[in-house]
């Protein structure tokens, strides 16, 4: 018959792959009816176009929703460095999302198709390198904004993250790039996490609490975006490229002596392994 497709020749538990997309999608094709003929081609490329679409929404695309919960993956892991082996317990991260375990785990669920997340049972959760690259773009517009409020606006350390995080989704490329050059091109946010075109690095150093002692160092990053942490190390003069030297570390984690110019601090261990530094000649 011309112009007619038999489906019957095609068993309909074999998938059919659209490839050239990243990452591939598969098709399951629906059974025929009594070995019956689809007489118009075109609908049965609707068909495919339908379920291309629907997996495409799944795996293809990522919604505001999604992406801010692998900026709080990355914002967990990598920057505030409080997981082992990057995996993020899902319910510290439904803690910071506001929301309870089963909402979560439809969300993680919808990631760890679109291969940007993998879930482990009992884990967590930890970015691929898919979804390290797919968040890459924010995180950078999130310090972009946190150093445009910070020496533009005016704003002080500990209030730029929440602000930037409620702005970050809203401020497109060409808003941010103006920003960024307002501030004066700023090479790390006020945190000191780097900005850079293309990717997010991380810096060659170590925590204060891993520091050896009797040695000089400058404080490189700050771990922590808690208000009240925050206002407690900017009273101990204590901000990204302070410089200060480590004098004596208690053992059995206890607190830490340091000078900073003439004056002498005591810090706690927690506070110790908020900061990271780099050696100071």
């Not at 909402?103 to 679109?114: F, H, M, S, V």
């Amino acid at each position: 018959m011309s112009g007619t497709l038999r489906l019957t020749s095609i068993s309909p538990q074999i998938p059919f792959s659209i490839f050239n997309l990243s990452p591939p999608v598969s098709l399951i094709l629906p059974p025929c009816v009594d070995g019956a003929y689809v007489t118009d081609i075109s609908f049965f490329i609707a068909i495919v176009l339908q379920r291309v679409r629907r997996q495409l929404g799944d795996m293809g695309q990522i919604n505001p929703n999604q992406l801010s919960y692998l900026a709080e993956i990355y914002q967990i892991n990598r920057v505030e460095e409080a997981t082992k082996d990057g995996f993020v317990p899902s319910s510290i991260l439904a803690q910071r999302m506001l929301i309870g375990q089963s909402g979560i785990n439809r969300t993680l669920e919808g990631l760890r198709r679109a291969s940007l997340i993998e879930h482990e049972r009992y884990v967590g959760v930890r970015l691929t390198p898919h979804g390290l690259q797919t968040v890459q773009p924010l995180i950078r517009k999130q310090g972009i904004i946190e150093s445009f409020l910070m020496s533009v606006m005016g704003f002080s350390w500990w209030e730029v993250y929440p602000e930037a995080k409620r702005m970050r989704l809203n401020v497109n490329d060409l808003v941010a790039q103006r920003m960024w050059k307002l501030a004066g091109y700023p090479a790390v946010s006020p945190f000191g996490e780097p900005i850079e075109h293309d990717q997010v690095t991380h810096v060659a150093d170590v925590k204060l609490s891993d520091a050896e002692a009797d040695s000089s160092y400058r404080v490189s990053r700050v771990l922590t975006r808690q208000r009240d942490r925050l206002q407690y190390l900017d009273a101990l003069d204590i901000r990204l490229g302070s410089k200060l030297h480590l004098i004596h570390k208690a053992p059995f984690n206890g607190p830490v002596q340091i000078r900073l110019a003439h004056e002498y601090r005591i810090i706690g261990y927690p506070l110790t392994q908020m900061i990271t530094v780099v050696p100071q000649p």
